[in-house]
């Protein structure tokens, strides 16, 4: 299980929603782990319960170590966005943020809008599953 809160989404203030997910950690990555694979460093990893068959962890996450996953994951999900219309490769200086997709640069509030919140947010949780759970396991063993 997963309890944590997500900040500063898009730079358009804090989502403090406690989210709990649970999940098998099995699920593919969105990251190549060759390139650029996502971790979380400062996670701290507690054992709610424990049976035969059944581990139950909760893992708490600082929301500057959230909102660093999040950045990631919506770069990695915006380097396989089609391209979007009106917007061309940037040149010169940067006046709003923005994040490169295979073509072009856009707006990350725009980005993120065009991709859909929730779905960017399930991608940063499955990210911090994989990472946390894999982290978990190589302490354990």
């Known amino acids: 299980q997963l309890s944590h809160s997500i900040l500063d989404i898009g730079g358009r203030g804090c989502f403090l929603k406690p989210i709990s997910v649970v999940r098998s950690?099995?699920?593919?990555?969105?990251?190549?782990?060759?390139?650029s694979a996502i971790t979380v460093k400062d996670a701290k990893t507690v054992v709610e319960s424990q049976d035969d068959e059944k581990i139950q962890l909760r893992v708490?996450?600082?929301?500057?170590?959230?909102?660093?996953?999040?950045?990631?994951?919506?770069?990695?999900?915006?380097r396989t966005a089609p391209p979007v219309p009106g917007f061309r490769r940037q040149k010169g200086g940067?006046?709003?943020?923005?994040i490169e997709t295979a073509?072009?640069?856009?707006?990350?509030?725009?980005?993120?809008?065009m991709l859909g919140q929730e779905r960017v947010t399930g991608f940063v949780i499955q990210e911090i599953i994989n990472s946390t759970?894999?982290?978990?396991?190589?302490?354990a063993s």
């Open 25 to 35: 950690g099995l699920e593919a990555s969105i990251t190549d782990l060759k390139d």
């Open 60 to 78: 708490d996450l600082t929301g500057k170590e959230t909102q660093v996953v999040f950045e990631k994951v919506l770069r990695n999900l915006a």
């Open 94 to 98: 940067k006046t709003r943020q923005l």
């Open 103 to 113: 073509f072009s640069y856009v707006p990350t509030d725009f980005l993120l809008q």
């Open 133 to 139: 759970l894999g982290n978990f396991v190589k302490k």
